[in-house]
């Protein structure tokens, strides 16, 4: 226990802090209520309409399913049927606003209450770690339920059965994102070196026990449902390597995220750590968390975002607290203390997951920006040689808090009516047109989002590629949705039903409807349908890529994107296809069939079953 503190003395600060968690969540809870998380809630990230995409489908709705961990999904899933979708972001900021109350219990533990305050309410009101609560995402879920496994496993000290908490609470974030998977080693180092004794309690193997049966139920699952027990969609082992070139950028995102005071405080306490680890197994594993889920992202995760960072915020919440203790005199911890909260709080002019600004100076606000580059995969590089410092005015402090943009986003956006996805359930599936290359750069967020809004599985289709055959689609004008994308309805010859056009510009083929277009006869088109319906059935399956090499001269490629079922559709332009070879060309063949002209292979491409149609000579 630390000096000074009587034992079962009333905390009063845990009940102001507790005061400032309640109103800092009833701020949020009631302004963060949207009717439809996927066209009105305005703080999402690349991947939040992807998780609430598994969701949906585990839910029952026909929509691209990329087989993300399940717990998410899951709690998407279970809202979903229940008509509480959009309780999601409410429930992900009362974890969050838990989680704070948790670390303060827990270093006030190892520390004192007062370096355990000032360090909780610094990361309850750090600017950055506010914006990323607010995204729709897996990540600070999953770091808040590792904290809780790193306070059980504190607990487990003097009452080994909470290995059983620490085990679930691991499993639960393992199952929200695998980085938590991670945590196996440091466990095991802080068991072996300081509680070896505990290596003969049921507890403790009753708790590896319920972290890794979980792990394997999931793993079982997929491959009895998807034939892979690893990747579906989302493929992570391409970005898994050693390399070296992040180490700049997340050391300026950690900048960014606790600013210059907090990093410097945070070097100074994990030095403190170090010492003090050999005698407390909780301080061990913490050091141990934040090494391997650091240096994994850093050196061994090719794929840079300063989210990731969150993972890692607990531990060095601690470590942060452990520097602040050591400073006894009370000039000197106000002094020290002053400066956590003013790096943290003054607020970032750009949101949390934007790593490019830190914060110099509070009033006014001063930042050194970095210039960002992107890779096509979304990974930011920052160029640490080329900085500049941005300075904004004294009232830029509150516009740009978070508890402003909460307000404002509120005010732009009103409260529109849900969009009825009943209205369009009579209809077959959805093509999406697009013309602009850098529109097509938005294939992954429109195939989801529009995807999630309607209930049904999109294909991104370019506009020239149905030309061609405009005569023969009889299509007309539907409804808005969003107040960004027109519906229209088509029907094809020879099909029954309608299928969905959708545009973000103008009609899917404006003009004059009787221009020349594909001379076909109707023995043509039959043809074609079942040359289509044939391909179709070779090829289709689960959400496989299907890539149609095209020559716009065979009426069978006019049915094929509304008969496939996959979302992961693909019709590269002549210009993209050099690009494509190289990757498709060692893929594995399956199986090879000539339909007239056309060649068809199925691959195994990424792991999983896959095809290429080739209309080209």
Not at 108 to 116: F, I
Not at 148 to 173: I, K, M, N, T, W
Not at 466 to 472: C, M
Not at 480 to 508: D, I, K, M, N
Request: glycine share 8%; hydrophobic share 50%.
């Amino acid at each position: 226990m630390p000096p000074g503190r009587a034992p079962g003395a009333p905390d009063r600060l845990f009940a102001v802090l507790t005061a400032v968690c309640a109103a800092n969540f009833a701020f949020f809870a009631v302004r963060l209520l949207y009717p439809d998380l996927n066209l009105d809630y305005p703080f999402t990230d690349g991947d939040s309409f992807d998780w609430i995409a598994n969701g949906l489908y585990l839910a029952g709705h026909d929509v691209r399913y990329s087989g993300r961990p399940p717990l998410f999904p899951l709690l998407l899933a279970g809202l979903d049927r229940l008509s509480l979708l959009p309780l999601a972001p409410v429930l992900l900021q009362l974890l969050f606003h838990l989680a704070i109350l948790a670390f303060y219990r827990l270093a006030a533990r190892l520390h004192t209450r007062s370096a355990a305050f000032v360090t909780a309410l610094a990361l309850l009101l750090d600017s950055s770690v506010q914006s990323l609560s607010l995204d729709l995402m897996a990540d600070l879920a999953a770091s808040c339920l590792l904290l809780f496994a790193l306070v059980a496993f504190d607990r487990a000290q003097e009452e080994p059965r909470a290995y059983l908490a620490s085990g679930l609470a691991a499993a639960a974030s393992a199952l929200t994102q695998q980085a938590a998977l991670l945590a196996v080693v440091p466990a095991v180092v802080a068991v072996v070196t300081l509680r070896r004794r505990h290596l003969r309690s049921p507890w403790l193997w009753g708790g590896a026990l319920l972290f890794l049966l979980p792990q394997g139920l999931w793993l079982l699952a997929k491959r009895l449902a998807f034939g892979t027990a690893g990747e579906l969609l989302v493929r992570y082992s391409h970005l898994l390597h050693l390399h070296g070139s992040s180490a700049g950028t997340y050391l300026y995102f950690l900048a960014s995220l606790l600013g210059l005071p907090g990093c410097l405080l945070l070097a100074y306490g994990l030095v403190v750590a170090l010492r003090r680890a050999p005698g407390s197994a909780t301080r061990l594993f913490a050091l141990g968390l934040f090494a391997i889920l650091l240096g994994f992202f850093v050196f061994f995760y090719d794929y840079n975002a300063k989210r990731f960072l969150l993972y890692v915020l607990w531990p060095a919440g601690l470590f942060l607290s452990e520097g602040l203790a050591r400073f006894t005199d009370r000039r000197a911890f106000a002094a020290a203390a002053a400066l956590l909260l003013a790096g943290a709080l003054v607020p970032q002019p750009v949101p949390g997951h934007e790593g490019t600004r830190v914060g110099l100076w509070p009033l006014p606000p001063i930042y050194l920006q970095a210039a960002p580059r992107h890779a096509p995969s979304g990974s930011v590089t920052l160029d640490l040689h080329r900085l500049r410092l941005e300075r904004h005015p004294a009232a830029d402090l509150l516009r740009l808090s978070s508890y402003q943009r909460v307000i404002d986003a509120r005010k732009a956006r009103g409260m529109p009516a849900p969009f009825d996805r009943s209205r369009v359930r009579g209809y077959r599936r959805v093509l999406f047109l697009y013309d602009d290359p850098a529109e097509g750069g938005e294939r992954y967020r429109v195939v989801t989002r529009l995807a999630n809004a309607l209930g049904k599985r999109v294909h991104f289709v370019r506009r020239s590629y149905l030309a061609p055959y405009s005569r023969l689609l009889a299509t007309r004008p539907l409804e808005r949705v969003g107040g960004e994308w027109t519906l229209y309805t088509a029907r094809l010859p020879g099909l029954p039903g309608e299928w969905l056009l959708v545009t973000s510009g103008p009609p899917p083929f404006p003009g004059d409807p009787s221009q020349p277009g594909l001379p076909a006869t109707s023995a043509d088109l039959q043809a074609g349908l079942a040359k289509a319906r044939a391909i179709r059935d070779f090829v289709d399956g689960s959400d496989a890529n299907v890539v149609i090499l095209s020559d716009g001269g065979d009426p069978s490629q006019l049915y094929l994107p509304f008969l496939l079922g996959t979302t992961e559709l693909f019709i590269p332009e002549a210009s993209q296809r050099p690009g494509l070879f190289p990757l498709l060309a060692p893929a594995p063949v399956l199986a090879e069939r000539r339909f007239g002209t056309t060649v068809v292979r199925r691959l195994r491409l990424f792991g999983r079953d896959s095809a290429l149609v080739s209309y080209l000579p």
